[in-house]
């Protein structure tokens, strides 16, 4: 795999200036559990190899907001092959991302902490709903 290289298409320029952190379903997130009265600490490393996007370090709570597209959601996750001259790479990098979420919450279970995955859909139709499900955990 390390002999194939990416190839320069618009799609794949315009996919490289997207942000990892402090996106819009974070951000809807982190509204919502400090209305419900929730302190918490962004992106804070608990374990090597494990920074939740969000941690209530009270509630012994990590949470990650999933995006839908990068990490498979089951509901609006991508359901057609990739097509393109980078369509293997594109292919491996959802593999990958999907096989750090299962490590990152192992480790972060190993640590002590309870694990919540919301997805990024979630969180667009009901935020405070989305919130309530975090605070219910710890």
Known sequence: M???????????AHLSGRTKTNTHPEVLLRRALHAAGARFRLHRRIA??????VVLPGRHVAVFVDGCY????PEHGRRTPFTGPNAG??????????????????LAEEAGWTVVRVWEHEVTRDAAAAARRVLASG
């Open 2 to 12: 390390a002999s194939q290289q990416w190839t320069r298409t618009p799609k794949s």
């Open 48 to 53: 090597k190899g494990c920074t939740p996007d």
């Open 70 to 73: 990068w990490h498979s959601c």
């Open 89 to 106: 790479l594109w292919e491996d990098k959802m593999r990958r991302n999907r096989e750090r979420d299962l490590r990152a919450t192992a």
